[in-house]
């Protein structure tokens, strides 16, 4: 199955278990992989055929300005739902890093896969 897409987006939220953490945003890091045939699309040249990676980018600005949970996990489970949800994503991968986390290390997250992954001939 072909995949979209969005790396490094980087967005800003209010995440943390300390409460410290609640009264400030910080910067999330995601990299995503979105299932899809992108040959309708390719062969109309047509993006309303698509997963249009512009649109999705915005959505999880959006999504992080609207939400502050404790946890890497809780943004990372609520936000792969919200966006199958919205745009019938059927299987994706995403990774959620909270750079400068734990000082010593690059940065720190988690990496969920959610869904089924829809089979083609491609991929046997
Ligand atoms: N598995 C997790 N561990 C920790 C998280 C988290 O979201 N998931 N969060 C924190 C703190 O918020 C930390 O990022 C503050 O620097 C600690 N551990």
Redesign the pocket.
């Known amino acids: 199955m072909d995949r979209i897409l969005i790396e490094a987006l980087d967005v800003e939220t209010t ?4 409460e410290w ?1 609640r009264t400030i945003t910080q910067r999330l890091r995601l990299d995503l992989e979105l299932a899809t045939d992108i040959r309708p699309a390719a062969a109309a040249d047509d993006i309303g055929l698509t997963l249009d990676y512009a649109a999705i980018s915005q959505r999880i600005h959006a999504f992080a300005a609207e939400h502050a949970f ?5 943004f990372a489970e609520r936000l792969a739902a919200c966006l199958r949800e919205e745009h019938g994503i059927a299987w994706l991968r995403l990774t959620v890093r ?1 750079p ?3 000082a010593s290390a690059a940065a ?1 997250g ?1 990496t969920i896969t959610r869904g089924t992954p829809p089979s083609s001939e491609e991929d046997r």
């Open positions: 995440i943390g278990v300390y953490e404790a946890l890497v996990e809780t909270k400068g986390a734990v720190v988690v």
